[in-house]
Structure formats: structure tokens, C-alpha cells
Nanobody, 129 residues
């Protein structure tokens, strides 16, 4: 089992920036990739971005491409989500997730939430207009 703890959420004005962090502990060696997802009030949870631990390959939802950047620090077992040019529609609870399932390059599975099997508690991001 991989335990995940998110931090860095808060209140920011539209156009501003925030950086989220997610630190993994436990059986971290069993994790192949990490992801950020989000859930806005009254909506389903949606994929935001993911990254492979080994290669650093990244994947993004179309809604955040060019504004958000996911990165990792393998030595610290930590993944980051740098969020720039924030919009009110980015308001949501952001969840960190880990996948212990291997996906071949090009398969697209790390862009799908069902391939992630450990989840953090979430951190609130609120963007005011």
C-alpha cells in the first residue's frame, strides 16, 4: 500500500498560481506513476495530469495543457503540480493518486483514473474571479 499526503491548496485570484505537493510513503517502490485528479462541487472526479516515476513522461488533460506542469522528485518521493493562469473553473478538491499497475508507452492508461489504486485525502483549491 502507498500512502499519499497532499499539501499546497488554498485561495487564489484568477490569473494567479499555486503549487501542490504530494508525498508518498509506504510501498513506494511498487508505484509506477503518479497523478493529480480533481473534483468540483456537483461534478465527477476528472483526470488532470500524470507522470511516470522512471522516465518522467507526462500526460495532461486538454483543459490544463499549457497552464499546469506536473513534475517529480524521486529522491523525496514527491510529485508536484504547478498551476499557473488559474481560472475559477479550476476550483475543486485536488487528489493525488499512485498506480502500482504498469502501462506500456502509448497505451494511454495513465490518463485514466481507473489505473490508479492509492489516493490521498485531497486539498482544496479555490480560484476567485
Amino acid at each position: 500500500q502507498v500512502q499519499l499526503v497532499e499539501s499546497g491548496g488554498g485561495l487564489v485570484q484568477a490569473g494567479g498560481s499555486l503549487r501542490l505537493s504530494c508525498t508518498a510513503s509506504g510501498r513506494t517502490f511498487s508505484s509506477y506513476a503518479m497523478a493529480w485528479t480533481r473534483q468540483a462541487p456537483g461534478k465527477e472526479r476528472e483526470f488532470v495530469a500524470s507522470i511516470r516515476w522512471s522516465s518522467g513522461s507526462t500526460y495532461y488533460a486538454d483543459s490544463v495543457k499549457g497552464r499546469f506542469t506536473i513534475s517529480r522528485d524521486n529522491a523525496k518521493n514527491t510529485v508536484y503540480l504547478q498551476m499557473n493562469s488559474l481560472k475559477p473553473e479550476d476550483t475543486a478538491v485536488y487528489f493525488c493518486a499512485a498506480s502500482t499497475r504498469y502501462c506500456f508507452l502509448g497505451s494511454g492508461c495513465y490518463e485514466r483514473q481507473e489505473f490508479f489504486d492509492s489516493w490521498g485525502q485531497g486539498t482544496q483549491v479555490t480560484v476567485s474571479s
